[in-house]
């Protein structure tokens, strides 16, 4: 029988990248107790994926569920949005489509909710060459010597020694691409800014307003490792415009979206 995480809604944002997104689901199969439920939260990829998600719909011991929205331009918090309001679980654990989950991640995630605090993790970088060869052999699989890692120790678990490393604080690497949260506090901010336009400072803004609210910041550290797949880095000529956003909500200690979840309640 399997374990799973009641409490848990897993959510995979993705866009056009099915090679990534199949070695994603893998790991989500591999996991030592699954979420109540994977989220994809689609920002309009195409047929390839829909029929990639198909597949794993029936191989997935929980509902897999595909929350698209039409491909109209960079829009990844609406399509977070869209998705989390759709989740049941009471907590969400959010990741990128390029994050290969190890066995104990869902596990970990659930030993680390505790009320009025959100979860950062960390994640190892595996290099171009070994992400191209993982693709190719459909190889979800990664330990702490595997090959062509970056920031290896990331993988290390040690759980009783967790609670004696803080970590970061801030909004340093505190990114959406590995961050869980209580959906009542998303909710209550309002979810991830839809004003952003284009890639850029997203993240840290959901962030900040989370610490605006009085929600303190946890780190993964020794726990819930994950191995980011190589790709070449986004960048945008509007990142500038979104810095004022972030920006503004530090000043003003801004604690709601003003265009956020709440178009889909």
Request: glycine share 6%.
């Amino acid at each position: 029988m399997i374990k799973i995480a009641p409490e848990i809604s897993l959510v995979i944002t993705t866009y056009n990248s099915p090679a990534f997104l199949e070695l994603v689901l893998k790991s989500v199969l591999r996991q030592h107790v699954f979420p109540l439920e994977v989220i994809i939260a689609d920002d309009g990829s195409g047929e390839e994926t829909r029929q990639l998600i198909d597949r794993y719909r029936k191989i997935m011991p929980v509902p897999l569920i595909h929350s698209w929205i039409p491909d109209e331009g960079f829009r990844l918090s609406k399509s977070r949005n869209v998705a989390i309001v759709k989740a049941k679980g009471s907590y969400i654990v959010n990741i990128d489509g390029d994050m290969v989950l190890m066995p104990h991640f869902i596990e970990d995630h659930r030993s680390l909710m505790k009320e009025n605090q959100f979860v950062a993790g960390s994640r190892a970088r595996l290099k171009e060459k070994e992400t191209l060869r993982h693709c190719e052999n459909l190889n979800a699989e990664f330990h702490l010597w595997s090959k062509g890692l970056g920031r290896r120790l990331v993988l290390l678990r040690i759980p009783f020694m967790h609670y004696w490393i803080k970590g970061r604080s801030g909004l340093s690497r505190a990114r959406g691409g590995h961050l869980a949260f209580w959906k009542k506090d998303f909710m209550e901010i309002n979810g991830f800014e839809e004003r952003f336009n284009g890639w850029g400072y997203e993240d840290s803004e959901f962030v900040q307003r989370l610490y605006n609210k009085g929600v303190m910041r946890k780190n993964a550290k020794l726990l819930a490792g994950a191995v980011h797949l190589y790709h070449k880095e986004k960048t945008d000529d509007r990142a500038s415009k979104n810095m004022e956003l972030l920006q503004d909500t530090i000043e003003n200690s801004n604690k709601k979206a003003i265009l956020g979840a709440d178009q889909y309640i």
